[in-house]
């Protein structure tokens, strides 16, 4: 199908000279990606369903996140009859029926990386107060080593800690230089109590993703039953249902983020192709509501490369502050069309540095409901700011088949929970295989190694017996900060230190920066106490305690789009978008 450049998607109308035209985007234009921003019930999602759904009806190719549910499963009812099997709807909560998706499955040497920042970064995010270098460093080349190991998944990630048959196995076939020589010069010196110490930590977040029945019969299935990059090519229809109520937040943004890598990878993958062929790949369009949820590196990544790839973004959120500042500075660097809902104060500062001098800050938050300000990217060039108001939801049409589209996307992409649970467990009890034919590649330059961590976490003489509940793991780590803590304290006033002032989570002082503050001893022996006697779990509720983190009538101002603009490029008569 030959793509119109011109193609325009509908969102809003405007007023000229007393009349409201309807008018939106052109295709072309889209590449330059679309923000959307605004407190929430100003009508954010129903801007973004009301895109897809012309997306869809065009036959275009889309994938929508949606993290409350709402909105994946309206869209549903707006599937054509003609395009239900190109629909692939993605619901974790659908247990009975688990499609399989692997992260870890296939990744090219030069994007492993990728992947594993990707992880990395989401499970910074969920439990950013337990969090350390330690951790991270062991991850990470965990997740590198698996990354070569052909038909692993995350569940080996504790199997490969704990399981050494495994283990010698996946280092076996580990070509990297540097992932080869971090197990078996470095991790192989642990000590058996050592390692038994070191790993718990990362066995207790990992575990608590993977040990989820909803979670592990997606991501613990060797063989991903759909290709990304093959949806993308065949404009097909990717609708992720990953509400919260219903998967659970830890597990939304865990997937959310790993389904965010896949399809940046997938476009990026797109780079190998000819520039002819790459001239007659479709435009693939990428819905993300509240995209702050899933991001990561490859978001600022996808805003600042994959219009050369033909991936478009369209996402939106609440706030300025939910994005991180390489996220925020990609944002503002590359999106092409800003849209802005009623936003509060602060937001409201820092867009008014987009849309002066049309509308300032005080105009931004009296914004009523559907009313918006924007800057719309029209033939490669960023219009004046306007206002407008956007369109109402889309009247459900006549035939509607969201049944039809689930069950056919159940017979292509699922398999029955029975058959699933016991491939898993078959896999989890098999040997290992030998060693096995790693892909060549063309050199072993690496950009992205893990640093050691710092010498405050070098490996100790271990204090803690061999550990195998939850409970008890938690305990343990809870003695070992104490005593970590006890030991420092005693160099430190060997040396006439200062009283401490931290907290029980973070790391130990390092010598090579001066002397340690050494303030409230005491009290922090007593919370250690306390945490100690404490069921394991109220454990991080006893932490929140000890060491608390420190951490907001419609006056509309309406300024026109040009009525040249309206009548020469984007109006068209209103029946065309009903």
């Given amino acids: 199908m030959k793509e119109s450049s011109d193609q325009i998607t509908f969102f809003a109308k405007t007023n000229s000279r007393g009349r409201e035209m309807p008018f939106g985007i052109k295709r072309k234009d889209r590449v330059r990606h679309m923000y959307v921003i605004g407190k929430t ?25 949606d993290p409350h549910g709402a909105t994946a499963e309206r869209l549903l009812e707006y599937v054509p009859k003609e395009r239900v099997k190109d629909v692939l709807y993605f619901a974790p909560f659908d247990m009975e029926h688990p499609i399989a998706f692997n992260v870890m499955e296939d990744v090219g040497y030069d994007k492993r990386h990728l992947v594993v920042s990707g992880l990395l970064a989401a499970f910074r995010k969920i439990w950013v107060d337990a969090w350390s270098a330690r951790m991270e460093y062991i991850l990470s080349n965990t997740l590198l080593a698996l990354l ?50 070191a790993t718990p930590a990362i066995q207790n977040k990992v575990g608590q993703f993977t040990s989820n029945p909803l979670i592990r019969n997606i991501v613990g299935q060797p063989k991903s039953s759909f290709d990304i990059r093959k949806i993308m090519d065949e404009r097909k229809i990717l609708i992720i249902n990953l509400s919260k109520g219903r998967v659970g937040e830890v597990n939304a943004t865990l997937l959310g983020s790993m389904l965010v890598t896949k399809i940046y990878l997938a476009a990026m993958s797109r780079a190998d192709a000819s520039i002819q062929v790459m001239e007659g790949l479709p435009s693939f369009y990428f819905y993300v509501d509240e995209f702050q949820t899933f991001a990561n590196q490859s978001f600022a990544d996808i ?30 660097g590359n999106v092409g069309t800003t849209i ?36 719309l990217m029209i033939d490669g060039v960023g219009s004046p700011p306007f206002s407008a108001t956007t369109l109402p939801p889309f009247d459900l049409p006549g035939e509607r ?51 050691a961590p710092p010498t405050s976490v070098a490996p100790t003489p271990p204090t803690t017996p061999i550990l195998h509940k939850p409970a008890e793991i938690k305990h343990a780590e809870a003695k070992v900060m104490g005593e970590q803590i006890a ?62 983190e420190a951490r907001e009538p419609d006056t509309h101002k309406s300024v026109g789009l040009p009525e040249k603009v309206l009548r020469e490029m984007l109006a068209v008569d209103e029946e065309n978008i009903s």
Wanted: aromatic share 10%; net charge neutral.
């Fill in 41 to 65: 019930g100003m009508g954010k999602s129903t801007l973004l369903e009301n895109m897809a759904i012309q997306d869809i009806r065009n036959g275009e190719g889309v994938a929508f996140i």
């Fill in 303 to 332: 805003l600042s490369e994959a219009r050369k790839y033909k991936l478009n973004l369209i996402i939106a959120h609440q706030y300025v502050e939910q994005m991180e500042e390489e996220v925020r500075d990609a944002v503002f």
């Fill in 487 to 548: 030991r420092e304290h005693k160099m430190a006033q060997s040396q006439g230190a200062e009283p401490l002032r931290h907290s029980p989570y973070n790391p130990p002082f390092d010598r090579t920066q001066g002397k340690p503050p050494l303030d409230g001893i005491q009290s922090l022996r007593e919370a250690l106490e306390r945490i100690k006697k404490a069921p394991a779990t109220d454990l991080k509720e006893t932490l929140n305690k000890i060491a608390p």
């Fill in 340 to 375: 802005a809902f009623r936003v509060g104060p602060f937001d409201a500062e820092v867009l008014e540095t987009i849309f002066k001098p049309q509308f300032s800050a005080t105009d931004l938050v009296n914004l009523g409901f559907a009313q918006v300000y924007l800057t």
């Fill in 401 to 451: 088949y969201p049944r039809e589209v689930m069950e056919s996307s159940r017979g292509l992409f699922s398999k029955p929970r029975g058959m699933v649970e016991e491939a898993i467990k078959k896999w989890n009890e098999s040997d290992p295989p030998s060693a096995l034919v790693p892909k060549p590649r063309k050199d072993y330059v690496r950009h992205d190694a893990p640093k």
């Fill in 148 to 197: 070569e190991y052909p038909g692993s998944t995350l569940l080996d990630v504790n199997r490969m800690l704990i399981n050494k048959n495994f283990r010698k196995k996946v280092v076996e076939n580990i070509t990297d230089p540097i992932v080869k020589d971090f197990w078996e010069q470095e991790f192989a010196t642990y000590t058996d109590r050592y390692t038994q110490e």
